[in-house]
């Protein structure tokens, strides 16, 4: 399939579904979204970057962008590790959702938070330590305040948690996806009439692994539910420094193994993360100068 290069008429059509203030082709700003990519991947440069706010202007762009076959690369609002952001080729439309950072729901009975794409690690953590100080959601290990919780749980990431609840992949229940159609669902038990998002599985075939991992590619989140945990009444930090990735795998392991309360809340972190770094320039792409 072949994609063609937005143009200005492309952009008169974003400005009239977000607009003016929400859509840009402007080099400069569009240039400047290589600083949310980590991973040290090559990234291409955006023609035009589109800020929505609500699924329905996102049904639109993406119904407008099938159309006109222009690329679509959505992102939460960067910096959530993995393999977060590389606008790949033919660059097009970059989709900036850090608009949506709405905390939806709260439910404790139920243990789970529902949150839009542009909440960060930080907003989350505050939030809940504000009006849910007895609970926590799975912010991931190594990841800044700055990274979004949804943005690492797609890339199947880790989180504080992960020794004793598996990635974060695991730790989200159910999601409203847009497709490139325009289609808008639901997964698991969220997509019955009246049910919570407490069952990520639901009915029939099991839509959110094939969704998982594919980085925005197959359709785009706006809302998740994401489990959260209550705080163990006693907590014990203790840190220990090691030389080599394999010492500290292998004194991971043995605590684990001891099943004395703090094992499961065990977390590696490596020291210097060396392919935490900014994405690369494109090969074909010459440096700008901005005045």
């Not at 404790?108 to 909440?119: H, L, S």
């Not at 990274?147 to 880790?158: H, P």
């Not at 992960?162 to 808008?184: I, R």
């Not at 590619?217 to 998740?224: I, Q, R, S």
Request: with cysteine; proline share 8%.
């Amino acid at each position: 399939m072949s994609y063609k290069a937005p143009d200005n008429k492309d952009l008169e059509a974003m400005i009239g579904i977000v607009g003016k203030n929400y859509a840009t082709a402007n080099k400069a700003i569009n240039a400047s979204y290589l600083a949310k990519s980590v991973m040290g991947l090559e990234s291409q440069i955006p023609q035009l970057v589109v800020r929505p706010k609500y699924p329905e202007e996102i049904r639109k762009i993406l119904l407008y962008c099938s159309a006109e076959k222009i690329a679509v690369t959505p992102m939460s609002a960067g910096l959530s590790g993995g393999f977060a952001l590389p606008v790949l080729k033919p660059a097009g439309v970059l989709l900036d959702l850090s608009r949506m950072d709405r905390i939806i729901e709260i439910d404790e009975k139920n243990r789970y938070a529902i949150i839009e794409p542009g909440v960060t690690n930080g907003a989350l953590w505050a939030y809940m330590e504000k009006y849910h100080p007895d609970w926590a959601p799975p912010i991931a290990d190594g990841a800044p305040p700055a990274a979004t919780v949804m943005g690492d749980a797609i890339d199947r990431g880790f989180s504080l948690y992960t020794s004793s609840v598996g990635p974060q992949g695991d730790n989200f229940m159910c999601a409203e996806v847009v497709f490139p159609n325009g289609d808008v669902i639901r997964t698991g038990s969220w997509a019955l009439p009246t049910a919570k998002p407490f069952y990520k599985y639901g009915l029939g075939p099991d839509m959110w692994s094939f969704l998982m991992g594919s980085q925005g590619a197959l359709g785009v989140f706006t809302k998740c539910a994401v489990k959260i945990y209550p705080h163990p009444k006693f907590k014990t930090v203790v840190a220990w420094g090691m030389s080599n990735p394999q010492d500290m795998q292998d004194l991971t392991l043995e605590i684990s193994q001891q099943e004395f309360g703090i094992a499961h809340n065990t977390v590696m972190v490596q020291g210097g993360n060396y392919p935490l770094v900014m994405a690369r320039w494109p090969k074909d792409k010459e440096f700008l100068a901005f005045s």
